[in-house]
Nanobody
Framework: QVQLVESGGGLVRPGGSAELSCQAS????????MAWYRQTPGKQRERVVL???????NYEDSVKDRFNASGDIVRGTLNLQMNNLKLEDTAVYYC????????WGQGTQVTVSS
């Protein structure tokens, strides 16, 4: 089993920045990639960024020039620096890890509001 714990987020002004962190524990050696997803009420969860064990990083188009992901899959860490936040970035952000199964964190709220 893999457990994921997220931290960070909160209330941010438009144009501001926030950072999310995710730490995996347990059988982290099974993890092949990690990702951040986000979800707003009534919408499907969408992937924001995916980072592979080989270091490839893929961003969703709307965050590509504003968010920066970093991490160490071997150590089970994934961070997300979010800059120039917009109202539409408001969501619950979930850390995800994939191996033989998919694993999810409990989610952390990011609210962008003036």
């Amino acid at each position: 089993q893999v457990q994921l714990v997220e931290s960070g987020g909160g209330l941010v002004r438009p144009g501001g920045s926030a950072e999310l962190s995710c730490q995996a524990s347990g059988m982290i050696f099974v993890i092949g990639n990690m990702a951040w997803y986000r979800q707003t009420p009534g919408k499907q969860r969408e992937r924001v960024v995916l980072i592979s064990k080989g270091g490839n990083i893929n961003y969703e188009d709307s965050v590509k020039d504003r968010f920066n992901a970093s991490g160490d899959i071997v150590r089970g860490t994934l961070n997300l620096q979010m800059n120039n936040l917009k109202l539409e970035d408001t969501a619950v952000y979930y850390c995800n890890a994939n191996g033989p199964y998919g694993y999810w964190g409990q989610g952390t709220q990011v609210t962008v509001s003036s």
